[in-house]
């Protein structure tokens, strides 16, 4: 399985960006799927998550769970991060994750996660 990330950027505080993540070499919707993002000097941190199957549930950090929403596309095996208005603590390089087994957290850590994209840079200013 490999995880492509991209549409990070360079935008000013309140603005939007959407991240996407192409899975490749297997169905998306058989994953449970995160994004995590880590800031200079810091440790990665859990953003959001989705759940595969019918009961699918949605999981954010709390700063950015009014922000931020995570989405699949199946039908282009694409997992997406929009998010609005974007504060400077935004700014990190995000990465988005996979996970064949159910996620044994909440938040699920970093370390659950069995694939890993090589991360897109987003940055905010003031």
């Known amino acids: 399985v490999q995880l492509q990330a991209s549409g990070g950027g360079l935008v ?3 603005n939007s960006l959407r991240l996407s993540c192409v899975v490749s070499g297997r169905t998306l919707s058989t994953y449970n799927m995160g994004w995590f993002r880590q ?3 810091k ?3 859990f953003v959001a ?3 595969w199957g019918q009961d699918t549930r949605d999981l954010y950090a709390d700063p950015v769970k ?3 929403v995570i989405s699949r596309d199946t039908a282009k095996n694409t997992l997406y991060l929009q998010m609005i ?3 400077p603590e935004d700014t990190a390089v995000y990465y988005c994750a996979a996970r064949r087994r159910a996620f044994t957290s909440n938040p699920p850590m970093p ?3 069995d694939f890993w ?3 897109t840079q987003v940055t905010v200013s003031s």
Do not use: I, N, W, Y
Request: hydrophobic letters at 30%.
């Open 117 to 119: 994209g090589q991360g």
């Open 43 to 45: 440790e990665r941190e």
């Open 49 to 51: 998550a989705m759940t």
């Open 39 to 41: 800031a200079p000097g």
């Open 66 to 68: 009014d922000r931020f």
């Open 85 to 87: 208005s974007l504060k």
């Open 12 to 14: 000013q505080v309140g």
């Open 111 to 113: 370390e659950q996660f």
